[in-house]
């Protein structure tokens, strides 16, 4: 199974397109994830959403808006609170985990694959078969 994340962007105006994402593929959509970290001195939180793998294929995409939307525990905003209200029309609960932040990586890919390893370890994904 091949498990990939794809960046978005920081959740400004490309968080509507990780919301249609979630809307137009409801009959694939596992989770919608909010993954929480520190850059720098700010609280800052990453929206996601994960579809079931493909069949046939075995993909399964994870889009993400990576580190871009202020923690909404710390200042609520208005693009957490899109999430939220899509999380609650498609009768979803947003999973919170707190994760270390994109900069403490020397590539965006290794971050990417620690968030897999965090998902697979919760069971939130399936493990490679």
């Given at each position: 199974?091949?498990?990939?994340?794809?960046?978005?962007?920081?959740?400004?105006?490309?968080?509507?397109?990780?919301?249609?994402?979630?809307?137009?593929?409801?009959?694939?959509?596992?989770?919608?994830?909010a993954?929480?970290?520190?850059?720098?001195?700010?609280?800052?939180?990453?929206?996601s959403?994960?579809?079931?793998?493909?069949?046939?294929?075995?993909?399964?995409?994870?889009y993400?808006?990576?580190?871009?939307i202020?923690?909404?525990?710390?200042m609520?905003?208005?693009?957490?609170?899109?999430?939220?209200?899509?999380?609650?029309?498609?009768?979803?609960?947003?999973?919170?985990?707190?994760?270390?932040?994109?900069?403490?990586?020397?590539?965006?890919?290794?971050?990417?694959?620690?968030?897999?390893?965090?998902?697979?370890?919760?069971?939130?994904?399936?493990?490679?078969?």
């Open positions: 199974m091949l498990q990939r994340f794809i960046e978005l962007g920081e959740g400004y105006s490309d968080l509507y397109e990780l919301i249609e994402i979630a809307n137009s593929n409801q009959h694939r959509l596992a989770h919608l994830m993954l929480h970290t520190t850059v720098g001195a700010k609280k800052m939180t990453s929206l959403v994960v579809l079931q793998p493909t069949n046939p294929g075995e993909f399964q995409a994870l993400i808006c990576r580190e871009g202020p923690n909404p525990h710390i609520p905003n208005k693009r957490f609170e899109l999430f939220q209200n899509l999380a609650d029309k498609l009768g979803k609960k947003i999973i919170e985990i707190e994760v270390k932040n994109s900069k403490q990586f020397a590539e965006k890919d290794l971050y990417f694959q620690y968030l897999i390893g965090i998902l697979r370890l919760n069971n939130y994904i399936p493990p490679l078969r």
